[in-house]
């Protein structure tokens, strides 16, 4: 221990007295926010199959992550069609699992698992998306304007995921980025959380709800501060959430509301997420959750996406979040210099502090208040990882050291001997065409201790009669002749400090000819749903090719309704416009790609429904007929029709009353609701609005009790 301490200064030493020392005082009596978790790309999910488990380990397990989310399949799960009319009958025929079963199986429980292995909480929360322009497609307007309806919708899903997977979310998030190119507003979302909120507490789920989730923060507390005093509403909330896509500058501000109100905060979601931003999030924003959203944020994949390395980003922001675990408070500590931050937490009364010096000049600099104990020292340089080794803290002395520029610096209770951490590995070429038959295997990886690595590579599966040479197993890069058959080869790294011995596996494909192209994500969009007189649509397809050949697309169709002629306005592209869809009915497109070598196809359905007229409430009764206090109850009676008879619903909601009055449906999600509570006399307006598959209507009904 004493010689790496040695080996530390001595690293240092060269930069020590470059200029006045900075003081970093870290002061555990002041406590901000509890970190709860660590959150990762919701785009796991479209990444190749072979490699997507190697990406969750390295999420959970290196950098740290430990929350996922779940956008329910929009395009599935109950849709453009209401199940029954009826929000209280679960019709589960309507309920399409097929996705969320794929996502759960692939994603969710191998992240879960993982995550539960290192013994920290795995947390989940549910979002889904209402883009008028995007893949999902909008919002049906039986979950928009029912509140009962939204609820049966989303506990569907959290009694569908509880009961086969044993799966129960922390959060549910009404509408992702509400506000943003969809119809959900602060007043709508806080309808629907009251009665979404209660529904969860009357059967027993611990999910809350997760509030506003906006596109960026100001636009975020603007929502709060619409609903702020709906504390009916609030009661349900579990957690303050934002995403970062526009001006920000109100982070303060919905960091100390919601710590005022005992809740905690999260940032969600950005594309092009940096160590500043969450250097911004956890001390402006004071957050407990933090998350990715792009893979691409920390992962590179080479470009046959068969392998991948790590972004800069990945190892400044695991800097962080590697070192400081969910249960950790964040604490006070102040550099009296602005170009050099700080961040400290503490957990089981032991200090993890990070510096931060995004400048271009070094700095030395003297710690004060770091408990007696060693230490591990790590850092991230010019994006690049490196370890220090260990130090001590003894006799309460200050620690100096010296902060090189652009770097972020982990100062880390050390409390066992840590394994290896393995900075890249991989086979290159990562796949290999008969009669290509030779490979490089290789891994690069540093101790946290600086003790001595030995490597051994082996191999676990391979085609039969096949015998491969390794010429240096024993080193980190080896090469590898004889994969001469066509199948997978898996072999195996292990890398020992003399205390731990971790293991990689390496999967090198061998085909024996090109490889086709995969059309993954087929959809139409803008609208998803056609109803007329609406007559056009975006046909969309994503491929990817692991030769990266040159890909060439057609769009064609293959069958139509009775008399129509939809018009294809650009089939050689990804994305082509269809037009002139003018008789209802079944369209059935076909994408066709070609790599050259090979030709696949698939087949694309998008119905056009007829034009749509809003139901009809045909009228409304009041029971009793005279409405003489005293009044514990009244019925209203609402008989709705749909001229296409569509399946409809209808919601009734209080528009006026006297202030003094308490009253409440019992089933405002049915045409037939009792009315309950104290009433008093005076003029009251009810509400009823009735829905079908595209339109609404509402009535007022205005009643006086004497
Ligand atoms: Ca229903
Ligand atoms: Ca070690
Ligand atoms: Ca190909
Ligand atoms: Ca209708």
Redesign the pocket.
């Known amino acids: 221990m004493s010689r790496l301490f040695f080996f530390t200064v001595i690293l240092f030493f060269n930069f020590l007295f470059s200029q006045e020392e900075i003081i970093v005082d870290v002061n555990p009596g002041i406590e901000y926010q509890t970190i709860l978790g660590w959150g990762a790309p919701a785009g796991l999910i479209h990444q190749p199959d072979n490699i997507i488990d190697i990406i969750i380990d390295e999420s959970v397990n290196s950098l740290g992550l430990t929350r996922l989310r779940f956008e329910i399949p929009r395009r599935e799960w109950e849709d453009y069609f ?10 589960w025929a309507s309920f399409k699992t097929n996705k969320t079963d794929k996502i759960v199986k692939k994603v969710i429980l191998p992240f879960k698992n993982r995550v539960e292995n290192n013994k920290e909480p795995f947390s989940l929360y549910i979002s889904p998306s209402f883009f008028n322009g995007g893949s999902s497609g909008s919002v049906p307007p039986y979950l928009l304007y029912s509140p009962a ?1 939204y609820t ?1 919708w989303a506990i569907a899903m959290l009694i569908y995921l509880r009961d086969k997977y044993d799966i129960i979310p922390e959060y549910y998030c009404i509408c992702n980025e509400a506000g943003n190119n969809n119809p959900f507003n602060p007043k709508i979302l806080a309808e629907i959380g009251k009665v979404l909120g209660e529904k969860l507490k009357e059967m027993g789920f611990k999910t809350k709800i997760q509030f506003p989730e906006c596109v960026d923060v100001n636009s975020s507390w603007n929502y709060i501060k619409a609903v702020e005093n709906d504390y009916e509403f609030w009661k349900y909330v579990g957690l303050v959430s934002y995403h970062l896509y526009g001006r920000n500058e109100e982070r303060t501000n919905i960091r100390d509301f919601s710590w005022k109100r005992g809740l905690p905060t999260g940032q969600t979601e950005f594309m092009g997420l940096n160590v500043n931003h969450l250097y911004e999030d956890l001390t402006n924003g004071g957050v407990s959750y933090w998350e990715f959203y792009a893979l691409l944020d920390y992962i590179k994949f080479n470009n046959s996406k068969t392998w991948f390395s790590f972004t800069p980003n990945f190892w400044e922001i695991r800097q962080i979040i590697h070192y400081v675990r969910p249960g950790a408070k964040r604490i006070e500590s102040i550099s009296n210099n602005s170009n050099l931050r700080t961040l400290a937490f503490l957990k089981d009364g032991k200090i993890t502090l990070i510096i931060l010096n995004k400048g271009q000049i070094s700095f030395p600099v003297k710690i004060n208040g770091l408990p007696d104990g060693t230490y591990g020292l790590s850092w991230t340089e010019k994006g690049v990882y490196q370890e220090g080794g260990l130090i001590n803290v003894k006799n309460s002395q200050p620690l100096s050291l010296n902060i090189h520029p652009d770097t972020i610096l982990t100062i880390y209770p050390h409390q066992k001997n840590i394994p290896p951490v393995i900075i890249e590995w991989g086979a290159d070429p990562s796949f290999l065409k008969l009669p290509e038959n030779k490979i490089n295997l290789y891994v690069k990886a540093i101790d946290p201790e600086g003790e001595k690595l030995e490597y051994e590579w082996k191999i676990l599966e391979k085609p039969e009669d096949v015998s491969l040479i390794l010429t240096s197993p024993h080193s980190p890069k080896t090469f590898v002749s004889g994969l001469t058959k066509k199948g997978d080869y898996v072999f195996s790294v292990s890398i020992n400090d003399g205390k731990n011995e971790i293991f990689k596996k390496v999967v090198v494909s061998v085909y024996d000819k090109n490889q086709p192209p995969q059309i993954f994500d087929l959809h139409n969009r803008i609208p998803v749903n056609v109803t007329l007189p609406e007559s056009k649509t975006v046909l969309r397809a994503g491929v990817f090719d692991i030769e990266n050949d040159p890909l060439s697309y057609h769009w064609s169709i293959v069958s139509q309704p009775p008399g129509a002629n939809p018009v294809l306005e650009n089939p050689d592209k990804l994305s082509c416009n269809v037009s002139n869809l003018k008789i209802p009915g079944d369209y059935i497109f076909r994408f066709k790609v070609s790599d050259t070598f090979n030709v696949v196809w698939e087949d694309l359905k998008v119905t056009v429904y007829q034009e749509n007229s809003p139901p009809v409430i045909e009228e409304v009764k009041i029971e009793p007929s005279e409405l003489k206090l005293p009044l514990s109850k009244i019925i209203l009676k609402a008989k709705v029709r749909d001229p296409e008879g569509d399946i409809t619903t209808s919601y009734w909601s209080i528009k006026k009353c006297p202030l003094s009055a308490k009253i409440y449906f019992e089933k405002p999600g049915l045409p037939t609701t009792q009315v309950s509570g104290y009433f008093v006399s005076g003029e009251y307006i009810f509400t009823i609005t009735a829905i079908d598959r595209t339109k609404f209507t509402s009535r007022d009904v205005k009643v006086s009790i004497e």
């Open positions: 209401n199940d029954d009319g009826d929000p209280y009958h679960i019709n309806e049966e």
